[in-house]
């Protein structure tokens, strides 16, 4: 995916990706805790495909985050 929005979901991806490292959890596990497939959410982690709200609700509710945290965007 490619669109203007794209650095900005690259970095949301890497927050998630983060997150998820320093709780020592793999793509799989993260996927088993939110419900979503783990090919999802390595697109969402690579920024092949754009995050819902909902994915990210999930997400952070499973890497124990407030949402601001996977949003978070360095100026």
Known sequence: MKDRYHDIYLQIG???????KER???QEQLAD????????IQ???TAYTAPTLATLLDIAQALEVPLEKLLEIPK
């Open 43 to 45: 697109r969402v982690e």
């Open 14 to 20: 890497l927050n998630i990706l983060r997150c998820r």
């Open 33 to 40: 805790r939110t419900g979503h497939s783990r090919n999802h």
């Open 24 to 26: 020592g959890w793999t």
